[in-house]
């Protein structure tokens, strides 16, 4: 287990991501990154939840489950072919205890409950459908502290234009060569939450809380402009992924 260099508080805000050991790929085809998708909001939740017993056994569509409150509120996201990236907060939560229904009890940290439900079902489920042995990701997973307004705007443009690299490689050392074509791609990119913000509607908007965030662009057209001139500010993070 690693040893992180600040723990996780209430309020606070923080980007989690991870990639495949040895730079491996985690995502190869659209199914998986599906799939984890609905585990980011699946296991958003005090609940025990198998997807296997409670969605596919079930029959239904893993978005129309009642997964309750979730524990952890996500501002932003992305899945590439070898790494994911996730903007959260710590929202209030009560503790809960195991009762009737199910519920967890809440006694690590809402962050690592999160991620090790989300990850450790991933896991299960790749190793099973591809046969494959071995360390799928990079020890644990990995965070920091958003601890500016300038780094989480940064960030939030940061992950979001995420997908840009599979059409221009070097665009985070050389900026974007073609903004437009950089959008349309985009838009037609489907597991980031940059389709969400963009007001496409669609039932991956459920993965988001974005109210206990910053309302860092006031409409749409503001958010398409703006997000690239953030890309211009320097992170001072050295170890953002």
Known sequence: ???????????????????????????LDIQDKDRFSKLLYLHNSLKNINFRDDIVERGIDAWDFDRGEPIVSIGAWVLMSNHFHIYITIPP?????????????????????????VLTSYV??????????????????????????????????????????????????????DVQKAKDFLKNYQWSSYQDYIGINRVQRK???????????TNVKIFEREIFEWLLFTSPKSDIG
């Not at 705007?153 to 599979?166: A, E, G, Q, R, W």
């Open 124 to 177: 299960k489920y790749f190793n099973k459908k591809y046969e494959h042995a071995g360390s799928l990701l990079e020890s644990n997973f990995k965070s920091t502290l958003v601890d500016t307004d300038e780094y989480a705007k940064y960030l939030f443009s940061y992950i979001n234009l995420n997908p840009v690299k599979v059409i221009d490689p070097e665009w985070k050392e050389k900026g974007i060569k």
């Open 207 to 217: 993965i988001l809380t974005t109210k206990d965030f910053p309302e860092y662009f």
């Open 1 to 27: 287990m690693i040893q992180r260099k600040h723990e996780f508080v209430e309020g606070e805000f923080y980007h989690l991501y991870n990639r495949g050991n040895s730079k491996q790929k985690i995502f």
């Open 93 to 117: 939560a009560p503790m809960s205890s195991v009762g009737e229904n199910g519920v967890e009890n809440i006694k690590e940290n809402a962050v690592s409950l999160f991620m090790r439900k």
